[in-house]
């Protein structure tokens, strides 16, 4: 009852403006107290329309009332905090919108801090209080604040819903179990929350079963990680120091060959010049020589020119010309060329060199490999745009759109000679190399197509049982009939079943030795997978048979390249 007492004076004594204690109270005219602040902000408010108003009962005054302190009441106040009085609970021990309310609060209601499922009812911290002393109250259940406490009343029979039927698999209350339930497989809601928290413990142990063997995972993967990071800073700081060498050696090489060249230069020259002095010296001399010889001639006195002509001094040894050997503007031509070929001997090395590099970088491992793709959708991330290298097309092969297309032609195209081109098969290559994971599809028309991968360096001249895709180790071809499939590698045949399709789709993981063959068509049906190891970068190839006559031209074989993106 003193708690009772208390509570009523706190709710005597507080400000229904701020809702706590009075501070500098004043009571208004209409007889309401409240702390001065409060209502002069209040009347602030309202000065523009000229009448004041009390917030609780909205008497209006006019003019505005002055405000005396009610030393009665703020004594009264002061001295009822002395004694016990509390002050207003903080703002964030009200319920708000989102919060359970008290359900025995009266006015402005306080958070509930515990919901009884026996009672059905949530409580405040003050009236939660019976059910910690009140002996019939300590066995009831309590629980976190809920909202939903009417959710285990029977909606059909007003009553706790104490049970669970395990044949419907819902909670029922005592009545529907002789009910609509009867016969049903019913135990008691505690008995079921038993079996199912047995099984939910299993079920937390298994997730943190799992979570610890992730967890494992995820250091292990970790530490992979360090290592390649580890393993790949120190190839690049390998490669660099590898790399500086050379080029310092080629800069060498280069600083030699230019002192050679520049010191043969200064040996041709001087020698030149040395022959070039003597002749100007020897054109001096026979121009002085012919002015006496012009000045003699020129003598009208007979006995002075005979006088004369003996005293003339014989003319010097003639320089040998035949040593001047004139090379029109090739006189280092050679060095050039040599240089030249280096240079080209240097690329090929390179770039075999570097596919060889390209190649040993993706065959890095890792812990956990991604498994293949399963669906059209899935092969599409991985497809890339291949175009035809005209260098290896045969010459009766025409390439077209945008070198995507081939088409068998009885007429010799006039292509360059290369030595990539093959010459008695009519095939052709990609330009592209291609490694990791690759996928490609091939539009078919016409009788017979072999779709193919192949090494670089399969041979490009030579019978068909040589050269031809699918006859040796270095290919792998899919050769599509208009009836059948057959797939060839190193001469040996394999029959091929499936749908026929004028699209043939081809998947390529070059690290994991897998390549793989489908009919596509609404759906994508597997034809044949080949399971081995790539040692080198792989090409696609196109075989069309060879059209030699008009009456081959009327029923022209084509391949193309698809765009898939």
Known sequence: MAQKGVQLDWETFSCSV????????????????YCMNCIKTHWDEEDEKEIH??????????????????????????ELKKTGLQAAPADHCYAGPEDVACDVCTGRKLKAVKSCLVCLASYCEKHLQPHYEAAPLKKHKLVEPSKKLQENICSRHDEVMKMFCRTDQQCICYLCSVDEHKGHDTVSAAAERTERQRELQLSRQNIQQRIQDREKDVKLLQQEVEAINGSADKAVEHSEKIFTQLIRLM???SSDVKQQIRYQ??????????LQ???EQEITELKRKDAELKQLSHTEDHNQFLHNYPSLSPLSQSTDSSSINIRPLRYFEDVTAAVSELRDKLQDILRETRTNISLTVTEVDVLLSEPGPKTRAGFLRYSQEIKLDPNTANTHLLLSEGNRKATAISQQQSYTSHPDRFTSCCQVLSRESLT????????????EVTVAVTYKNIRRAGRFNICGFGFNGKSWALNCHQKSYTFWFNKIKTPVSGPQSSRVGVYLDHRAGILSFYSVSETMTLLHRVQTTFTQPLYVGLWLPSCKDFFDSLYRTTAELCKLR
């Open 18 to 33: 701020c809702l706590d204690l009075l501070k500098d109270p004043v009571t208004i005219p209409c007889g309401h107290s």
């Open 53 to 78: 108003s009390c917030p609780q009962c909205r008497q209006t005054f006019t003019p505005r009332p002055v405000l005396v302190k009610n030393t009665m009441l703020a004594d009264l106040v002061e």
């Open 251 to 253: 800069e060498k090489r």
């Open 265 to 274: 230069q200064e040996t041709e020259v001087s020698g030149v010049k040395e």
């Open 277 to 279: 002095e003597k002749l």
């Open 436 to 447: 990791g994971r690759c996928y490609w599809e091939v539009e078919l028309r016409g009788r």
